[in-house]
């Protein structure tokens, strides 16, 4: 059953995700000879591994986790288990395969699965800045999608086990090799040594050599096909690339030196990119699409991440299957864990999902020995409950409270986009206040333009600058409005990195800045600069190439522009960034940090949906309020 | 000797004469008249009178420091001339010459510095100004003949009401004024685009040293991170280096001391007197006058200060007839007359 | 003014105006080369007719393009250099006559001292003209043109003297004084320089490009991380487009913000600049000196239909106001802000702030 459900569940869930299925279909054709491919790999891999892997017990690790899922599931139902996983590890490497195994092994029986999830993901960590990015997804989604469609059973919950050997089926799969970094072949290498191990002597050596072939196709073709890998469309790609080319050197030491890091970060995780191969087995695939979709950006605001963070948790604990000798309340939490991590993995967790796991927990600790049923249910209601009261009516009760305080003739500046200040303002406009905005925003990621556009669609008078030009917008401003990704017990406000040089410039003018917060994202961490806890972006998104505009026409520098500032057009060579080049210059980095945190005597008052407080009543809301206001 | 000569009576009927003189210029003029009676015949003589003469002057008046600001420029003026003097007579004429001019440029300094300063008054602005300053006045004058729209705000100062004076004169010269109480500065200072003061005397650092309400206005000025601009002639500038508000010339042991607590709190005064009715803030005063016998009051303004001292890093600009200063410029000058 | 010289100075003109000719050295360069054919090439005889011929000429090319104040200061320091010329040259042919009041070392050309001495010494025409006058006059031109092609080595010299090791530095925009100065440093020093990548004209993407050729360690931040990791920040070294009278800056948008944040973190802001860009101007307003650009490099023009409906402001330039520099380093050795109306005392004469033409 539980199988079944999860296989079913993936399906959908990958499909959804365009960017998985061209990678699929387009590799087909490559790879033809998948299934024998592997058996002499091994030999390839080992010198390569020897260099590049990180330590011994991770490959024996992978090798009983390998051997063991399969045993089990040869013993089941899946007689064509066998062949698949064969080619999975040729042609995706482990990573795919791992999604695969995770969902197999609970097939058979909850714990073995665990266990080897914990392996795997173990290993996964240490690899973890290899980033494997979407190309892992695309792989498991193309095996999925045969699996699917082979399988009787569509819909939900049906479906059995993903059966179907056709192992034939899965040698499309093979050319996603093409968009697969190198630590993922060298993860699937591993898999192989192992698998060899486990099956003595299984290929032809021919064959391995067009593995070996497959295997170093993808670096030549990598760059300059990216219809092929769909990586390059995704932010991470560039920085992947780089870390690939890096480890297939089997140095993994220059790892760092490729990320340069940056020494008053280094305390700091690097920069995360969407990968599922960093998920531990038995992800619910809801949680491991959200878990994407933050790591692009796809999803990105405290509020939207916290939202599909428990939708996501609603979903799986919907489908949630008791393992044997345990309820669901009391098992539900251990089964939740990896997909916090694996969140975590994606992104760092934002204060506000944080805080609304917490109060996950807290009601499944609560209720521990409430029936199967009864605490699904509950669950799902306190989940739903959560996003109406803390998130939806949270956002009602500010934006009716903020109304109070825009008046007509108001200039209202904002910057980049919060979601409850775009409600805030829209709702303003809407009840026929007369004002103006001004919109301020930043490199790379103008979120500002999103707000800019629904206020400019709705007609409110707009103006539009970017952050460089503060100080001379802010002359003729009168009030300061800004979201908050977090307040701190401090008062300090954390929030989209530029927000305090918004406040600070505000401040100077004596302009009041209000900022519009939920109580939710309270926290009770205290912070006094940007550095102890912060978050860094993907470096890569300051190249302002042509090829890096992440769908901002702007991002681009356009050189006429850019000659006529500089009075040196010869600099701006055509379509080519100033910074393109950034990674082989040694003394060039770039950081690209995502927040900054604000001092409380730059913001004048805060709304929240308890009302009107000054940002340093924030551990008072904390203590005082929030207890009340979760009995 | 010039014991003929009174030269505090002249300088007072001077200033009586002519309200648009100023103390500095007025006491020039009386030095310069000193002179003219002046039937010393030596060097050291005259020297002596003249000291004699200026010290009198500073003595007469409560508030001596912009008076001894031109009795010092002309003091300076005529010890540094004394060196290399040909023939007595001849010389005391050049001064009574020089005197004399200087009395007409000084006139013509204020056109000057509102010259200077009527760029600085930008369109659609509003002006914070304190009490009555002739400069101040002509400066915004002149902007209004210029065209620029602007509106002042002018603080009531309650002591010698110089901002009815004030109000009078820029809104018969068309400029929209409200007269505000000194109290309210801290209310109107967001609305406020520049702060504009006159002084009674620059001193060593650049500070300000104004009537009474100046150094406050410069920091609720500060504050809100408001220019405070100063308007002065340089023949104001003065060698003095006040540490704090308790380091000026004017400032002696009664200044606000504690009276005897002898006060009949239920008595009222019926009419505070010295006030003029003619404001509504000032009608505000008399309504909120203090409980206190009348006699009692005025003690108490008598203690009360005239002047207070403003530092220099809460002056933004000086306009003066010899430029737009910064505080370290005046300094600067200061330091080339007397060194 | 002869044939010859008025078509250079139209030929400057309608370089200025089509802003083919724009940031400030250019600028200053070629105005004094101009300046001094116009001296040299034109008759004059009196002192007022020579600065009435170098004040239209300089009126001209502020008209051409106001923003550029590196053009009035050189003309400024050009008829400073005249007027002291004729003032030499008078005083040594009548110095018997020449007032004690003016002797005083200190004295410059206005004082309160004046109001008590004698009159219209400075109104006065300078007619005497000498043989050897032009020439001399010319010399003097030329001297601040060996100054103008000497700024960046005066500057950059001064260079150890300010960054110590493992500072970290913040610039913003691309500033070739800038860059100069921290090139030399870091012969001497190892530093590690942040530089704001000063959107939407991404300056600094190649200032920092440029030092970390030079072997400087620099990282791009965006700009809305200069708050963020200013707490760490040692120095911020910026150039500008000009220093005004009262120690204001106008310099890349953008730095207003830096140089807040720096003075909220109570960081020194060091600003580099040559002296020809010091202008005895006041900002009246603040944005007199500004110019805006093309906002299709803040919003494309691809977006054309919510360009419409918005506003979209690009504004090329920032005032800083003087509070928040601490120190100028300029050709002549560092300087506090307090310290520039001196300098400009020095350099330029009171009655040439303005270029209308004397009596």
Avoid at chain 1, 589 to 603: I, R
Wanted: glycine share 6%; with cysteine.
């Amino acid at each position: 059953m539980d199988p079944k459900k999860k296989t079913v569940g993936f399906v959908p869930d990958h499909d959804a995700d365009t960017t998985t299925s061209p990678g699929g279909s387009n590799n087909t054709s490559t790879v033809n000879s998948p299934v024998s491919a592997f058996s002499n790999t091994p030999d390839l891999n080992n010198t390569t591994n020897n260099n590049s892997t990180t330590s011994t017990p991770n490959s024996a690790g992978s090798a009983p986790a390998s051997s063991q899922p399969r045993s089990i599931n040869t013993s089941g139902a899946r007689s064509s288990y066998e062949p698949m996983k064969s080619s999975y590890e040729e042609q995706w490497g482990l990573t795919p395969t791992r999604t695969q195994k995770t969902a197999s092994p609970r097939d058979g029986s909850g714990f073995p699965a665990k266990e080897q999830g914990a392996g795997s993901h173990k290993k996964e960590n240490k690899v973890k800045t290899s980033g494997l990015g979407i190309q892992a997804n695309a792989g498991s989604a193309s095996t999925d999608g045969p699996q699917s469609s082979t399988s009787s059973a569509g819909p939900a919950s049906a479906g059995g086990p993903p059966s179907s050997g056709k192992g034939g089926s899965q040698k499309p799969s093979a050319p996603s090799q093409k968009s697969m970094t190198k630590a993922e072949r060298r993860e699937l290498q591993e898999k192989q040594k192992a698998e060899k191990a486990a099956r003595v002597s299984a290929g032809l050596p021919a064959s391995g050599k067009k593995a070996a072939q497959v295997l170093n196709q993808p670096n030549s073709g990598f760059s300059p096909n990216p219809s092929k890998s769909l990586a390059t469309s995704f932010p991470g790609a560039e920085a992947e690339k780089a870390i690939a080319a890096a480890e297939s050197t089997g140095q993994t030491r220059r790892r760092e030196k490729l990320t340069k890091e940056i020494g008053l970060f280094a305390h700091l995780d690097p920069p995360k990119f969407a990968n599922t191969a960093l998920a531990p087995k038995d992800l619910h695939p809801a949680v491991v699409h959200a878990g994407l979709q933050m790591a692009q950006f796809k999803i990105c605001g405290a509020n939207a991440r916290c939202v599909a963070t428990l939708n996501a948790f609603r979903k799986a604990i919907q489908d949630y299957q008791t393992p044997p000798n345990t309820t669901l309340s009391r098992h539900i939490q251990t089964y939740l864990n990896p997909h916090i991590s694996y969140l975590v993995t994606c992104r760092p967790m934002a204060v506000s999902m944080g805080n609304a796991i917490r109060y996950l927990k807290y009601e499944i600790g609560k209720n521990l020995e409430l029936p199967d049923e009864d605490a699904r249910a509950l669950f799902v209601e306190k989940i739903d409950n959560f996003i109406r009261d803390r998130i939806t009516m949270a956002d009602q009760v500010i934006t009716s409270l903020g109304l109070q305080k825009i008046q007509d003739g108001d200039v209202i500046l904002t910057y980049a986009r919060s979601s409850v200040v775009q409600g805030l303002l829209l709702a303003a406009h809407a009840k026929g206040i007369k004002f103006k905005v001004i919109v301020v925003d930043s490199r790379p990621r103008f979120e500002g333009k999103q707000l800019l556009r629904a206020l400019a669609a709705a007609g409110v008078p707009c103006t539009y600058v970017l952050l460089t030009a503060i100080g001379h917008v802010m002359r003729e401003v009168n009030k300061v409005i800004l979201g908050a990704h977090s307040l701190l017990s401090n008062g300090a406000l954390y929030s989209r990195a530029g927000t305090a040089v918004v406040a600070m410039s505000a401040h100077e003018r004596k302009i009041p800045v209000i900022v519009c917060c939920e109580t939710y994202k309270f926290s009770e961490r205290v912070q006094l600069d940007s550095f102890v806890q912060n978050e860094i972006g993907n470096p890569d998104e300051l190249v302002n190439d042509q090829n890096n505009n992440f769908g901002h026409s702007s991002t681009r520098c356009h050189p006429s522009v850019r000659g006529a500032n500089s009075g040196d057009a010869a600099s701006a060579a055509a379509g080519a960034g100033v910074l393109t080049g950034w990674r082989e210059s040694r003394d060039l980095k770039l950081l690209n940090l995502l927040y900054d945190l604000t001092p409380s005597e730059f913001v004048t008052v805060v709304i929240t949906e308890v009302g009107l407080i000054p940002c340093t009543s924030v551990p008072v809301i904390l203590r005082e309020f929030l207890p009340m206001m979760q009995q | 000797m010039s014991k003929d000569f009174d030269v505090v009576a002249n300088y007072k009927s001077l200033l009586l004469n002519s309200p648009e003189l100023s103390m500095p210029v007025a006491a020039i003029q009386s030095l310069v008249e000193l002179i003219k009676h002046s039937s010393a015949t030596t060097m050291s003589e005259f020297m002596l009178s003249i000291n004699v003469a200026s010290q009198l002057l500073k003595s007469s008046v409560r508030n001596s420091i912009s008076l001894s600001a031109g009795c010092d420029l002309f003091l300076r003026f005529v010890t540094r001339n004394s060196q290399d003097v040909a023939e007595f007579e001849a010389w005391k004429a050049t001064l009574i010459v020089r005197g004399q001019s200087f009395v007409e440029k000084a006139d013509a300094c204020r056109y000057k510095i509102a010259e200077l300063g009527v760029p600085f008054i930008k369109d659609g602005s509003t002006i914070l100004i304190h009490a009555h300053s002739r400069v101040v006045s002509l400066l915004l004058q002149k902007a209004a003949e210029n065209h620029k729209r602007f509106k002042v705000f002018v603080t009531e100062s309650s002591q010698t009401h110089g901002g009815i004076r004030s109000a009078k004169v820029l809104r018969a010269a068309g400029i929209p004024t409200t007269i505000i109480l000194d109290a309210a500065v801290g209310y109107v200072i967001d609305k406020v685009d520049m702060v504009l003061v006159g002084a009674e005397g620059v001193v060593e650092n650049g500070g300000l040293i104004n009537q009474i309400g100046s150094y406050q206005m410069a920091i609720v000025a500060k504050a809100a991170n408001k220019p405070f601009y100063a308007v002065a002639e340089s023949y104001k500038f003065v060698r003095l280096f006040p540490l704090n508000q308790y380091d000026l010339p004017t400032y002696n042991a009664d200044t606000l001391s504690f009276q005897e607590l002898n006060v009949d709190y239920d008595s009222k005064t019926d009419e505070t007197g010295s006030v003029s009715s003619s404001a509504a803030p000032s009608s505000a005063l008399s309504q909120t006058a203090l409980h206190m016998k009348t006699s009692e009051d005025q003690a108490s303004q008598g203690s009360n200060p005239l002047v207070d001292y403003t530092p220099p890093n809460y002056i933004t600009l000086l306009f003066t007839d010899l430029g737009v200063l910064t505080p370290s410029g005046v300094s600067d000058e200061l330091i080339k007359l007397y060194l | 003014m002869s044939k010859g010289t008025n078509d250079l100075v139209d030929i400057l003109v309608a370089k200025l105006k089509r802003r083919q000719l724009v940031g400030s050295s250019a600028v200053a360069q070629a105005t004094l080369k101009l300046l001094i054919v116009v001296i040299s090439k034109n008759n004059w005889s009196k002192a007022n007719d020579l600065l009435n011929l170098v004040r239209s000429v300089g009126q001209r090319l502020i008209e051409a393009n106001p923003t550029e104040l590196a053009i009035g200061n050189i003309v400024r320091r050009v008829l400073h250099v005249i007027r002291e010329e004729f003032r030499d040259a008078e005083a040594s042919s009548k110095s018997d006559d020449h007032s004690e009041f003016q002797t005083v070392p200190l004295t410059t050309s206005s004082s309160m001292y004046n109001l008590l001495s004698e009159t219209g010494s400075d109104d006065k025409e300078y007619t005497h003209a000498s043989h050897n006058l032009r020439s001399d006059i010319i010399q003097e031109v030329r001297d601040i043109r060996i100054e103008l092609d000497t700024i960046y080595e005066n500057i950059k010299n001064q260079a150890t003297n300010h960054i110590h090791s493992n500072e970290i530095i913040m610039t913003i925009g691309r500033s070739r004084t800038v860059e100069e100065f921290l090139k030399m440093a870091s012969s001497k020093r190892k530093f590690h320089v942040l530089v704001a990548e000063t959107a939407p004209s991404y300056l600094g993407q190649q200032m920092a490009l440029e030092l970390s050729k030079a072997g400087i360690e620099a990282t791009v931040i965006p700009d809305s991380a200069v708050f963020a990791v200013m707490s760490r920040v040692n120095k911020v070294i910026l150039g500008t487009h000009a220093v005004l009278a009262n120690g204001g800056l106008v310099a890349i948008s953008g730095t207003h913000m830096m140089a807040a944040a720096a003075k909220h973190h109570s960081i020194p802001v060091v600003v580099c600049t040559g002296l020809y860009k010091l202008s005895p101007l006041y900002p009246h307003d603040e944005d007199s000196f500004n110019v805006v650009m093309n906002p299709d490099a803040v919003l494309g023009f691809e977006e054309g239909d919510l360009m419409e409906k918005v506003t979209v402001t690009n504004p090329y330039y920032d005032y800083v106001s003087p509070e928040f520099v601490n120190l100028f380093i300029t050709n002549q050795g560092g300087h506090p802000p307090s310290y520039l109306y001196r300098l400009i005392v020095e350099n330029y004469d009171p009655n040439d702030h303005t270029f209308d033409p004397l009596a």
